[in-house]
C-alpha cells in the first residue's frame, strides 16, 4: 500500500497544461481527417455491394442423360419514372369467395 501511495504522489512524470492542450490538438488534427476517411470508404462499401447486388444473375443451365434444364433470368431492372420498382409484383388480386 506504500508503494502505491508514493506512487500516486510521485510528481516526476508530470506534464504541464500546455503541453497537454498542445498533444491534445495534434491528436485531434490527426483524428478528423482518420474520420472523415473511414466515413468516405465505408459509404464506397456500400456503394460497391449495391451494384454488386444490382447485377446479380440467377441463370443456370445444365444437362443430365441428353436432358438440358434451364432458367434464364429476364427480368430487367429498370425503374421508369412514376412506376412501382422493378421485379416486384405490388398487386392485390382479388379472390372470387
Same mark, same amino acid.
Given at each position: 500500500?506504500?508503494?502505491?501511495?508514493?506512487?500516486?504522489?510521485?510528481?516526476?512524470? #508530470?506534464i =504541464?497544461?500546455? /503541453?497537454t492542450v498542445?498533444?491534445?490538438?495534434?491528436? *485531434?488534427?490527426?483524428?478528423?481527417?482518420?474520420i /472523415?476517411? *473511414?466515413?468516405?470508404?465505408?459509404?464506397?462499401k456500400f456503394?460497391?455491394?449495391a451494384? /454488386? *447486388?444490382?447485377?446479380i444473375?440467377? #441463370?443456370y443451365?445444365?444437362?443430365?442423360?441428353?436432358?438440358t =434444364?434451364?432458367y434464364v433470368?429476364?427480368? #430487367?431492372l429498370t425503374?421508369?419514372?412514376g412506376?412501382a420498382?422493378a421485379?416486384?409484383? *405490388? =398487386?392485390?388480386? /382479388?379472390s372470387?369467395?
Amino acid at each position: 500500500m506504500r508503494i502505491a501511495r508514493q506512487f500516486w504522489n510521485d510528481e516526476g512524470g #508530470s506534464i =504541464s497544461p500546455f /503541453a497537454t492542450v498542445l498533444m491534445m490538438t495534434i491528436l *485531434l488534427v490527426g483524428i478528423i481527417p482518420g474520420i /472523415a476517411t *473511414l466515413r468516405d470508404h465505408i459509404v464506397q462499401k456500400f456503394g460497391d455491394m449495391a451494384v /454488386a *447486388l444490382e447485377s446479380i444473375d440467377q #441463370s443456370y443451365s445444365f444437362e443430365v442423360d441428353g436432358v438440358t =434444364s434451364e432458367y434464364v433470368d429476364t427480368n #430487367s431492372l429498370t425503374d421508369p419514372v412514376g412506376d412501382a420498382p422493378a421485379c416486384l409484383d *405490388l =398487386s392485390i388480386t /382479388a379472390s372470387g369467395e
